[in-house]
């Protein structure tokens, strides 16, 4: 069983930053895709930002150029620096594992319990 705790969230004037972590633990064999999906009041849970274990990156292309995705595998962390941030980046941010918890395990998805953040002056 993987839990995913998340930190970082929180009230931020327009053009300001925040860094969300979300650390992975319990039993994992191998974590493959890390990354972040956000849900804003009245709209869909959307993708924000994936990173591979080899370090390739998507994002969403109302981000791009703005939030950085990063994770450590020694500490099976994922980052997301958030820079110049916007009204419409209010949302619960929820972080997700894809990982294979035993070696003879399918790839399991698993999410964090979602952080707030709120951007607003």
């Known amino acids: 069983q993987v839990q995913l705790v998340e930190s970082g969230g929180g009230l931020v004037q327009p053009g300001g930053s925040l860094r969300l972590s979300c650390a992975a633990s319990g039993i994992l064999f191998r974590i493959n895709a890390m990354g972040w999906y956000r849900k804003a009041p009245g709209r869909q849970r959307a993708l924000v930002a994936r990173i591979t274990s080899g370090g390739t990156t998507v994002y969403a292309a109302s981000v791009k150029g703005r939030f950085t995705i990063s994770r450590d595998n020694a500490k099976n962390t994922v980052y997301l620096q958030m820079n110049s941030l916007k009204p419409e980046d209010t949302a619960v941010y929820f972080c997700?594992?894809?990982?294979?918890?035993?070696?003879?395990?399918?790839?399991?998805?698993?999410w964090g319990q979602g952080t707030q953040v709120t951007v607003s002056s």
């Open positions: 997700y594992v894809q990982a294979r918890p035993r070696s003879y395990s399918n790839i399991a998805t698993s």
